[in-house]
């Protein structure tokens, strides 16, 4: 085993940068998160947008990386391939989890809620807001499906930039565009010494938030 590995449970940090209580923090959880995403972003993280997306199906949950890419109405917006295996598991159950970690500020927030496709017109318009390689990436990748290598790829991706050599705005693959996570749960934790840690924890009930503090 790596000395790294085997010296594992010595890796601590003490928590010390900041503190959350109840009268130092916004009534509403989106202007809460504004204000900490903020600071993510000045706060010298490296994708403060980067969230993990937990999904469930079939009594599996999976967990990978997306991009918040919009707060809009009071949901978080991030965009995939609706065919992938993230996508299956939303169309076979709505409810979803989002977490985000910000080390350097010694903070996480966890948000679950209920995902739902956006708008045709605002995926397109956002798919063709992005780097042509990008967009060419989006129609070259078949995502989570099984391939035999690198290689196919990368024909794909010539595939594609042949068939739209010329045309300058190029169509959002059908199977291609965002998702809206409504919450219903958000909860902000701040790191605290001795581990006893901040958690303030909003609740949609009747259609206002309701926070209480959780212990540790
Ligand atoms: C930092 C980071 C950002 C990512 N952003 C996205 C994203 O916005 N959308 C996306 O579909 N995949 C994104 N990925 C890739 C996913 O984590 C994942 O590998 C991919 O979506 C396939 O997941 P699935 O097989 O569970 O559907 C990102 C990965 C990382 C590490």
């Known amino acids: 085993m790596s000395e790294k590995l085997s010296q594992i449970s010595d890796l601590r940090q003490n928590y010390t940068l900041n503190s959350l209580l109840k009268e130092n923090v916004s009534d509403n959880p989106f202007t809460q998160f504004a204000v900490w995403f903020e600071e993510a972003v000045n706060g010298d993280i490296y994708e403060p947008n980067a969230m993990i997306l937990s999904t469930v199906s079939e009594n599996q949950p999976k967990s990978r990386t997306v991009l918040l890419k919009a707060l809009e109405n009071d949901g978080f917006v991030f965009y995939s391939n609706y ?11 709505n409810k979803v989890s989002l977490l985000f ?3 350097r ?3 996480q927030v966890r948000i679950e809620g209920t995902v739902s496709r956006i708008s045709e017109e605002i995926s397109t318009a956002y798919f063709q807001s992005r780097p042509r390689s990008s967009q ?43 998702y809206v996570v409504n919450p ?17 924890v909003f609740d949609l009930v009747d259609s206002d938030w309701k926070i209480s503090r959780l212990s540790p």
């Open 101 to 103: 970690y910000w080390d």
């Open 136 to 178: 060419l990436g989006a129609w070259a990748s078949k995502q989570s499906e099984v391939i035999e290598n690198e290689q196919v790829l990368v024909e794909q991706l010539e595939f594609f930039t042949k068939k739209f050599e010329g045309i300058e705005v190029l169509p959002k693959p059908e199977n291609w565009g965002g």
């Open 105 to 107: 500020l010694q903070r």
């Open 184 to 200: 219903n749960k958000i909860e902000f934790w701040q790191g605290r010494p001795s581990r006893l840690h901040d958690r303030l």
């Open 83 to 93: 065919d992938s295996h993230k996508g299956e598991q939303m169309a076979d159950n």
